[in-house]
Every structure is written in structure tokens, then in C-alpha cells.
């Protein structure tokens, strides 16, 4: 697909907002709560330094996805990275989160970061689990029953890892 990576600005959330709320309310990958104001998901997705959020647009301007990139813990833990995506439920199978996971891998090598656990990938999510899988993540753990998915009901949420050194 053709794309456009740009640093995230405030004047993309009325178009990630409802992208957002789409996928929380599919209940399937992500356990944010359905009632999040628009201020609320700017604050929960929008990083800052050292962190980043970016956003793929089509050509045409149309919103595609998004991911937010940087250190999964302060201080002590900060040589570790981590990240999270949404792709508009109407851009998947498009190669929106290839392209999204090129762009996060490729940022936190060249900002050193030893490698990037994935905390929590729903194990039912199998397109994002093998989309991972495909650029070297392995799943390190799984903790049985720990997703409500809208689905399946309880479901393991898997920790996968990418080192990077």
C-alpha cells in the first residue's frame, strides 16, 4: 500500500478517535475502557519524548493506523523499548501494520534500545501474532486467561520479544 509515515500531531485525533474506539469496542485486542474522551486517548496515545507516535495516511489524506514507540519502563528499564498499534479496521490485510512495525523496529535501533517486549498481544489476535512472529518476535510467555475477549471470553495474552543487541 501506498503510504505516509508523519510524527502524530493533535490535529490527527478527530480522525484516530474514532479509529480508537472502533477497536477497544471490537473488545479483541486492546482492554482500554469504551468511555475514553477524546482528551483521554490524546493523553494515552499521544508519546513524547523520548518516545513517538506516528500516523499512516494514504496517499489521498485517509487515515490508516497509528503506533506509539519508546522506553517500556523509566529509569533502569529504559534500554528497553516497547510499542503499540491500531490499524483502521478498514486498512488491515493492506500492509498498514508492516509498514507501521518496519518504522518502529527501524526507531528503536537507531535510538539504541537493546530489544522490544510486546507486554500484552491478545493470542487470538493471530494476524498481529504472526505478523510479529514474522519480523523475529517469539513468544516468551503467555498469561492463560488474562484478556475478556467480546469472542472467545477468557483469553491468554501473550509477551513476545524482539531483541535488538
Do not use: C
Amino acid at each position: 500500500m501506498d503510504l505516509v509515515l508523519s510524527p502524530y500531531a493533535e490535529s490527527d485525533l478527530p480522525d484516530f478517535a474514532p479509529v480508537f474506539r472502533a477497536i477497544v469496542a471490537a473488545g479483541e485486542t486492546y482492554a482500554y475502557p469504551e468511555s475514553l474522551s477524546d482528551d483521554d486517548i490524546q493523553r494515552l496515545w499521544w508519546e513524547r519524548e523520548p518516545g513517538r507516535t506516528v500516523v499512516a495516511r494514504g496517499r489521498d489524506g485517509r487515515f490508516l493506523g497509528s503506533a506509539k514507540m519508546g522506553p517500556n519502563r523509566p529509569g533502569r528499564g529504559a534500554h528497553i523499548g516497547t510499542a503499540s498499534f491500531m490499524v483502521a479496521p478498514d486498512a488491515r490485510g493492506s500492509g498498514v501494520g508492516r509498514r507501521l512495525l518496519d518504522e518502529v523496529i527501524d526507531w528503536h535501533r537507531r535510538a539504541g534500545f537493546a530489544g522490544i517486549p510486546f507486554n500484552a498481544v491478545v493470542e487470538t489476535n493471530v494476524a498481529a501474532v504472526r505478523l510479529w512472529q514474522s519480523a523475529g518476535f517469539t513468544i516468551i510467555g503467555t498469561v492463560p486467561g488474562a484478556f475478556d475477549s467480546a469472542t472467545h471470553g477468557p483469553v491468554g495474552l501473550h509477551v513476545m520479544f524482539l531483541p535488538l543487541g
